[in-house]
């Protein structure tokens, strides 16, 4: 079975660092790029950060530049998303996806995980 699966969420205060991970099971994530998407309550789904399957090419969205950094181990079959400088607008789920194009839109991708909350409160 292709799952995906996040960990890493919680509870945290304005400007603390949390570190969401993607780890892969059933399939290998080496041939695919890999996406993080949020919801908050009431929005709609954003991209937050994709990275290409070799690592070479990442984006991001220009609310978390500076501030969170996507990254990749592919022997561990594991996708990093590092956020620090946590403020509270970025408090929503968070998804990573799995697909063949490396894109910052949420259709393309074939494979999600179940999501993990974030939460930025003092």
């Known amino acids: 079975q292709l799952q995906l699966v996040e960990s890493g969420g919680g509870l945290v205060q304005p400007g603390g660092s949390l570190r969401l991970s993607c780890a892969a099971s059933?399939?290998?994530?080496?041939?695919?790029?890999i996406g993080w998407f949020r919801q908050a309550p009431g929005k709609e789904r954003e991209g937050v950060s994709c990275?290409?399957?070799?690592?070479?090419?990442?984006n991001y969205a220009d609310s978390v530049k500076g501030r969170f950094t996507i990254s990749r181990d592919n022997a561990k079959n594991t996708v990093y998303l590092e956020m620090n400088s946590l403020k509270p607008e970025d408090t929503a789920v968070y998804y990573c996806?799995?697909?063949?194009?490396?894109?910052?839109?949420?259709?393309?991708?074939?494979?999600w995980g179940q999501g993990t909350q974030v939460t930025v409160s003092s």
């Open positions: 990275i290409s399957s070799s690592g070479a090419t990442t």
């Open positions: 996806a799995a697909g063949t194009i490396t894109t910052m839109r949420w259709v393309p991708y074939d494979y």
């Open positions: 059933g399939f290998t994530l080496v041939h695919y790029a």
